[in-house]
């Protein structure tokens, strides 16, 4: 029997998404990086967050890029990979990400559109805006 490593969570992206384009020529391709936070509660039922780095490539990646920003719900099916490094330090550390597989759009196109201008809405409006998503209960997730 082979091993299976997959993982699915569904949550909110926590920033717009990071795309890159790798490589030059025929050979290059685009990768999105962006982070999924996802709502548990604890056993005080206190709201948490967990949050996930997540990679995508090639034409995911582009679908990424197009229709996600910082607050659309998303469903990631991938495996999850750990890197092993050495900080500034000389630490070992160990990060843990998705490498996505498939995707699935939770909101509407209506709800994204309206979420995206309330958010842009928001942050030109107040001098202090915070990268990144509270894990307080609000609505900021869910």
């Given at each position: 029997m082979s091993a299976v490593n997959t993982i699915m969570i569904m949550g909110r992206l926590t920033?717009?998404?990071?795309?890159?384009?790798?490589?030059?020529?025929?050979?290059?391709?685009?990768?999105?990086?962006?982070?999924?936070?996802?709502?548990?509660?604890?056993?005080?039922?206190?709201?948490?967050?967990?949050?996930?780095?997540?990679?995508?490539?090639?034409?995911?990646?582009?679908?990424?890029?197009?229709?996600?920003?910082?607050?659309?719900?998303?469903?990631?099916?991938?495996?999850?990979?750990?890197?092993?490094?050495q900080d500034k330090d000389g630490n070992n550390r160990k990060a843990a990400k998705i490498t996505?597989?498939?995707?699935?759009?939770?909101?509407?196109?209506?709800?994204?559109?309206?979420?995206?201008?309330?958010?842009?809405?928001?942050?030109?409006?107040?001098?202090?805006?915070?990268?990144?998503?509270?894990?307080?209960?609000?609505?900021?997730?869910?």
């Amino acid at each position: 029997m082979s091993a299976v490593n997959t993982i699915m969570i569904m949550g909110r992206l926590t920033k717009d998404p990071d795309v890159r384009t790798v490589g030059e020529g025929e050979n290059a391709f685009k990768v999105a990086k962006f982070s999924v936070a996802v709502n548990r509660f604890s056993k005080k039922d206190h709201p948490e967050a967990d949050f996930f780095d997540v990679e995508a490539f090639r034409s995911k990646a582009e679908v990424i890029e197009k229709y996600f920003h910082k607050g659309s719900r998303i469903l990631v099916r991938g495996e999850m990979h750990f890197d092993n490094y050495q900080d500034k330090d000389g630490n070992n550390r160990k990060a843990a990400k998705i490498t996505m597989d498939d995707f699935g759009f939770i909101d509407t196109a209506a709800e994204s559109n309206a979420k995206a201008q309330t958010e842009t809405k928001t942050e030109t409006s107040s001098d202090s805006s915070t990268h990144g998503v509270s894990a307080d209960g609000s609505d900021d997730l869910w």
